[in-house]
């Protein structure tokens, strides 16, 4: 097509605006009119849809639902960089055999990038499971050629020069660097997840008898004055639960009989009794409490799973310790006028929470784990600050930090030997009158592949490990800030490197 406008009596630069003007004109628009009409046929026609596959359906759009828009634009935005780089490079292709060269390591990268992004969105939609830790890995492996090749960072005859000789070596040197801090920043989020959450002191006994906590008050009383004992409502009649303010609205409107208002997990947090002169009676979490500040209890049947009640109940406020993944959603106040109302009758099970549990002596900590193991067998111990806690943790910060070390020498070794590798050029250079600058040039396609590379890298492996997008619900845990340990270190050294390279040729006579 550009070959047939320059025919015509077009400009060059004008027959390639043209031919990628229309690109943009096709595709942009075209993905825009798609979605916005896949959106509308799903939230005109969701019930029809969900009648199809005699499923019961319903349209909740989210801020998460437009993670797929995402990639569907990033993987434009690739598709039409490589449009970009053939329209307006493939004249040069001809001509400059370096240029023409770098094709080889530009489509196949662009070609491993492009499916990276497609396989950690199909890890986040939940249908490649393994598909963000191949998508992360793969696509931080391809950064390094990709970056190396890119045309517009050697744009002189030397740098073009330059980079010939060295690209042999450097790009699957970067290759390897890369895909090792794409790997760390993928495993230290995935060991962060696997901690649960963040260490916030909490130790937690549940399922213990009133006859439990007698004996622990005995043993330990200053300890057990500072705890929180909840007690969980009788459930012999009815389960307790708390929902959430759209579920119960859809208990209002379609009857307390349609299971669809109460399947979902949220719904499925249980409710305690405390103490009525506790801090946190009457309190709820994040998630339970309605604009009114009332959250919706609903009553169960246990052997219909049908709902027999469910009501409205003013809190006090929110408390964040209840939006730990291991504690209710709503505690009342025993003798509270809302348990009486919904009446709740406190049963013999019991849990027992300390939030100050690191803070106590080693020796008493120990001794109140024995005696609840070994007297209470049959109770569920939660600790946040456990063995494998630690050793998670050391995992997440030693990972990042070793890959650090490995690729910040890798990176290292490669500059210092291209630098030796331009010894000759930049002699020849600098006896032109080149600058500082000019010299320094010769560094940059290998100190963006290092600096902008690595931040690609660890984001892609972040991006792997991370479950919000398919589940966002606070019992995941986080991926905390330690993949992160990598980024500093590079541009610290990157800048290190710009400077050496900038720095006039000494030759020994």
């Not at 609903?298 to 291991?326: F, H, R, W």
């Amino acid at each position: 097509m550009v070959e047939a406008l320059v025919a015509c009596g077009f400009p060059l630069t004008a027959s390639r605006w043209t031919v990628f003007r229309g690109l943009l004109i096709c595709t942009i628009p075209g993905a825009a009119i798609g979605i916005a009409a896949g959106y509308a046929v799903f939230g005109l026609s969701y019930r029809t849809i969900g009648n199809i596959f005699a499923q019961y359906w319903e349209w909740q759009p989210s801020a998460t639902s437009l993670l797929s828009i995402f990639f569907v634009a990033a993987i434009l935005l690739c598709s039409l960089c490589l449009t970009w780089l053939v329209l307006f490079f493939r004249m040069s292709f001809k001509h400059d055999i370096t240029t023409r060269n770098a094709l080889w390591y530009i489509i196949p990268s662009s070609a491993v990038l492009m499916f990276s992004c497609v396989a950690i969105e199909r890890y986040h939609a939940a249908v490649w499971p393994f598909g963000g830790s191949v998508g992360s890995v793969m696509g931080a492996c391809a950064l390094g050629p990709l970056l190396l090749s890119l045309p517009w960072l050697f744009r002189t005859p030397a740098q073009c020069s330059a980079i010939e000789r060295t690209r042999s070596l450097s790009a699957p040197v970067c290759a390897l660097a890369l895909l090792l801090l794409g790997a760390s920043s993928l495993f230290s989020g995935q060991m962060m997840i696997a901690t649960g959450n963040s260490d916030n002191g909490l130790f937690i006994a549940d399922y213990l008898t009133q006859d439990d906590l007698n004996y622990l008050a005995g043993k330990y009383p200053e300890t057990l004055d500072k705890a929180i004992v909840l007690t969980a409502p009788d459930e012999s009649r009815y389960l307790v639960r708390a929902a959430t303010s759209h579920a119960y609205d859809c208990v209002i409107q379609h009857g307390s009989d349609d299971a669809d208002c109460y399947s979902d997990s949220d719904n499925e947090t249980t409710v305690m009794l405390v103490d009525s002169n506790s801090s946190l009676a009457g309190k709820t979490n994040d998630v339970h409490i309605a604009e009114g500040g009332n959250a919706g209890i609903i009553l169960i049947d246990p052997a219909t799973q049908k709902i027999t009640q469910a009501a409205q109940v003013s809190t006090e406020g929110t408390d964040s310790l209840l939006n730990d993944y291991t504690m209710p959603g709503v505690v009342l106040g025993i003798d509270s006028p809302q348990a009486k109302t919904l009446g709740l009758t406190p049963s013999n099970r019991h849990t027992l929470i300390m939030t100050d549990f690191p803070s106590i002596a080693s020796g008493v900590r120990d001794s109140i784990r024995s005696d609840i193991i070994n007297r209470c067998g049959y109770a569920f111990i939660t600790e946040h600050d456990t063995t494998s806690y630690r050793s998670y943790m050391a995992r997440a910060i030693a990972i990042p930090a070793l890959a650090t070390i490995i690729s910040g020498l890798t990176f290292a070794a490669l500059a210092i030997s291209t630098r030796q590798t331009q010894s000759t050029l930049r002699w020849t250079l600098q006896e032109f009158g080149a600058s500082r600058f000019q010299l320094m040039r010769l560094f940059r396609p290998l100190g963006i592949t290092m600096s902008l590379g690595s931040t690609i890298a660890v984001f892609l492996g972040w991006l792997g490990s991370h479950p919000w997008i398919i589940a966002p619900a606070n019992e995941f845990g986080t991926t905390g800030w330690w993949w992160l340990i990598p980024l500093p270190v590079i541009f610290i050294e990157t800048a290190l490197f710009c400077w050496w390279f900038s720095l006039p040729e000494r030759r020994n006579q």
